[in-house]
């Protein structure tokens, strides 16, 4: 375990802001094809406050910075590894849902933009390529 709190203050995550940690799935989908748009943007904001994060929250202020500046692929690596600690903690139902809600929000995030008019593939295959990889770290 100590392996991951090194990660996470290295990477700027403190006790304060390690509940931003649970936002980091819907960031790197939003930043899968390489940039980040407006509606994007707003679904990773929505799932903050679905998550129960906002603006005056100590946190808030990395999110805006990983939405400002793409973070480095270590963040999701690690946010891999923290799960892998978690999950072995928690019961089948809570990981379950736990997973469910995250990847429901993260899936949000990928189907914000893509089609045209509002028809055809909204997830790119970068997007769905992260939201494989985001639910292999649950085993």
């Known amino acids: 375990m100590i392996p ?6 290295t990477l700027n995550i403190s006790a304060d802001t390690i509940v931003a940690l649970s936002l ?3 960031v790197m989908v939003a930043w899968a094809d390489g940039e980040i748009d407006d509606q ?6 929505a799932g903050a406050t679905e998550a129960g994060i906002h603006q005056q929250d100590v946190c ?4 805006e910075q990983w939405l400002r500046h793409r973070p480095p692929a270590e963040l999701l690596s690690t946010w891999k ?3 892998g600690v978690l999950s072995p903690a928690l019961t089948v139902e809570a990981r ?8 429901t929000r993260a899936r949000q995030v990928a189907e914000a933009t ?12 970068a997007e769905a390529n992260v939201l494989r990889d985001l639910e292999r770290a649950f085993g």
């Open 4 to 9: 991951v709190l090194d990660k996470l203050m």
């Open 24 to 26: 980091v799935p819907l």
């Open 40 to 45: 994007e943007r707003t679904a990773v904001l």
């Open 60 to 63: 808030y202020p990395l999110l």
């Open 81 to 83: 590894a923290y799960i």
């Open 96 to 103: 379950n849902g736990l997973k469910d809600n995250l990847l």
């Open 114 to 125: 893509g089609g045209f008019l509002g028809l055809g593939r909204k997830v790119s295959n």
